[in-house]
């Protein structure tokens, strides 16, 4: 069983940066796909970027684009969410997940494990 824990959320001004991290434990990690999504109260929980198992391919969310990095390092079982130029929009949990197939899907329905999720605010 893969367990998923987030770190690094926090509350920040628009504008700036945070930097979240997701650690597995359980095996498997290398050849997992790898993703972040994010909700906020009463809305749906929404794709924000991916990574393949070995970190050649990744895709994201068009209003992130530009903004976000996500990144893995096999080595220490853990993915890596880089977040500049925060704006107020997103503002959400943000949830880690792990895909049993390598490839990378821009789909929560595809995600086999889940990590509990951190809070990130941006205040205007």
């Known amino acids: 069983q893969v367990q998923l824990v987030e770190s690094g959320g926090g509350l920040v001004q628009a504008g700036g940066s945070l930097r979240l991290s997701c650690a597995a434990s359980?095996?498997?990690?290398?050849?997992?796909?790898m993703g972040w999504f994010r909700q906020t109260p009463g809305k749906e929980r929404e794709f924000v970027a991916v990574i393949s198992w070995s970190g050649t391919s990744t895709m994201y969310q068009d209003s992130v684009k530009g903004r976000f990095t996500i990144s893995r390092d096999n080595r220490k079982n853990t993915v890596y969410l880089q977040m500049n130029s925060l704006k107020p929009e997103d503002t959400a949990v943000y949830y880690c997940?792990?895909?049993?197939?390598?490839?990378?899907?821009?789909?929560?329905?595809?995600?086999?494990?889940w990590g509990q999720g951190t809070q990130v605010t941006v205040s205007s």
């Open positions: 359980g095996g498997g990690f290398s050849t997992y796909a």
């Open positions: 997940a792990a895909r049993k197939h390598g490839v990378a899907v821009p789909r929560g329905d595809v995600f086999d494990y």
